[in-house]
C-alpha cells in the first residue's frame, strides 16, 4: 500500500533555502529585486526545483485579484519566428507564475476578435507582435488591460511599453554589405505587408542606397510565401539592366528569390547576390546557405514579457529606454518604455561581388 506524498508548501521552502516565508514570495511571485540578495534568491529557486514545489496559483490570483495569464497575439502560428518569440515569452512567464495563450490574428490590421467572451475577465494583459496598434483594440476590453506591443511602432500611444528590434540598422548592415562587394543595381523584394516593421525596412533600404549615391530600388511586392518571392524576383530580373543583388524583406521570399535565379540560368551569388532577414532555419536549408539578418526572436519575445510584468508590478513610470539610455518619449499620450535590441548580419554563401559584366536574364 502506497501513501500519496504531501504536497511541499512554502513553509518547506523557507526552511531548505535558510529564508523566510515571505522571502519566497517574493522570489517566486518574480518582485525579489531590492528586497531579496540574488543569492538568495537563487537559494529559494533551487529549494522549490528540488521539492517540485509550484505557488498555489488559484489562491494568489484571489489574493491580487489576477488571472495570472497573459494573451500573446501574433500574425502567424507557422512562422518560426514567432515559435522562438513565444518560447521566450513563455519561458519568463513560467519563471514567475503566469500562463501564456497564443493567439493567430492573420490580418495583422484590423481588429482582432476577441476569442473570450470577456478578455478583461480572463485576461492580465496583452503582448502583440508584428501588426498595426488598432488590431488588439478588441481584445483590451476597452482600454484596461495593459499592452506591450513588439517589432510595432513606437509612436503607438495605446502601448505601456514596446519592444522593437533594430530593424534599420539590420537593413544598414545589409546594404552596406553588397555595397563593399561593389553592388550598385539593388532590387528589393518587398513583403506586401502594411506593417511597420515592413515600412522601416524600405526607408532603411532607400536611405542606404541614396547615402551612397545609387539610384533609388526598384521594387516588386510579394505575399509571404516562396511562389509569391519566385514571382516577384523573377520580374525584378528581367529588367534592364538586371540588378546584381536583390535585398528581401524575409528569408522566405530570398528562397523564392534563389529559385528565380536559377530558373533564369543565373547562379547564385556569381550573377546575382540575395539577401534575407530574419535567419530562420530556411537560411541554411537552401543552398547557398542564406546571407541574412538574425533577429533575436527569443529575446524579444522574453522582453516583451518582462515589461509586460513591470507594468502590472506598478513599474511603468519612470524614464523611457531605447536600449542606450533615457530619451524622450515620441507621440502624445502617456510615455511609453521602449526597449530596441540589437540584430546581427550573419554573411553566408548567397552574396559575392558582382560579375564584371552584367548580361540579360537567362545568360551567362
Known sequence: MTTDRPRPTSRDVARIAGVS???????????WR???SPGKAEAVREAARELG?????????????????ALLVVPAL?????????????????????GVVLYPSPEGVGPARDPFDSAGAALDGVIASSMASEAPAALRSGGELPLVMLDSDPENTQAAATVNLDIADGMRQAVGHLLELGHRRVAHIAAAVDSWTFEVRAAALAEALDAAGCPPPPTWAAGLDVA?????????????PRP???????????AGACKAVRRLGLRVPQDVSVT?????????????????????????GAAGMRALLAVLDGRKEGAVLDGRGPRAAGGSGSPAR????????????????????????GRH
Open 21 to 31: 516565508q515571505a522571502a519566497v514570495s517574493l522570489v517566486l511571485g518574480g518582485k
Open 34 to 36: 531590492g528586497r531579496v
Open 53 to 69: 514545489y509550484r505557488p498555489n496559483l488559484a489562491a494568489r490570483s484571489l489574493r491580487l485579484g489576477r488571472t495570472r495569464t
Open 78 to 98: 507557422a512562422n518560426e519566428f514567432f515559435a522562438r518569440l513565444h518560447a521566450g515569452a513563455a519561458r519568463v512567464a513560467a519563471e514567475h507564475g503566469l
Open 228 to 240: 509569391a518571392g519566385t514571382r516577384a524576383a523573377t520580374q525584378a530580373l528581367a529588367a534592364v
Open 244 to 254: 546584381t543583388a536583390l535585398v528581401c524583406d524575409d528569408d522566405v521570399l530570398a
Open 276 to 300: 534575407g532577414f530574419d535567419d530562420l532555419s530556411l537560411a541554411r536549408a537552401v543552398e547557398p546557405e542564406l546571407t541574412t539578418v538574425r533577429l533575436p526572436a527569443e529575446e524579444a
Open 338 to 361: 521602449v526597449t530596441t535590441l540589437p540584430v546581427r548580419l550573419t554573411v553566408r554563401d548567397s552574396t559575392a561581388p558582382p560579375p564584371d559584366t552584367p548580361v540579360g536574364p
